[in-house]
């Protein structure tokens, strides 16, 4: 049987922000790991450099464009 993709409840929703913020955690984490790749990269020794400074967030290039 095919699976249904985490991203069904937001297709054709006529307001997507509205739908987000009904979803459960659980939901919405799997729709963000269907749609990118999030790496915190090591901060390395005596680095002081934040979190945001250290992402690393990828989209796949299908749906990039």
Same mark, same amino acid.
């Given at each position: 049987?095919?699976?249904?993709?985490?991203?069904?409840? +937001?297709? !054709?929703?006529?307001?997507?922000? *509205?739908?987000?913020? #009904? +979803?459960? @955690?659980? #939901?919405?984490?799997?729709? @963000?790991?269907? +749609?990118?790749?999030?790496?915190? @990269?090591?901060? *390395?020794? !005596?680095? /002081?450099? !934040? &979190? #945001?400074? /250290? %992402?690393? &967030?990828?989209?796949? #290039?299908? %749906? !990039? /464009?």
């Amino acid at each position: 049987s095919a699976s249904v993709s985490p991203v069904a409840p +937001l297709v !054709g929703a006529d307001d997507i922000a *509205g739908a987000w913020d #009904e +979803l459960p @955690l659980g #939901e919405r984490r799997a729709i @963000l790991s269907a +749609l990118v790749t999030v790496n915190v @990269l090591p901060a *390395g020794r !005596g680095s /002081r450099a !934040g &979190i #945001e400074a /250290r %992402l690393s &967030i990828a989209v796949p #290039e299908k %749906l !990039g /464009r």
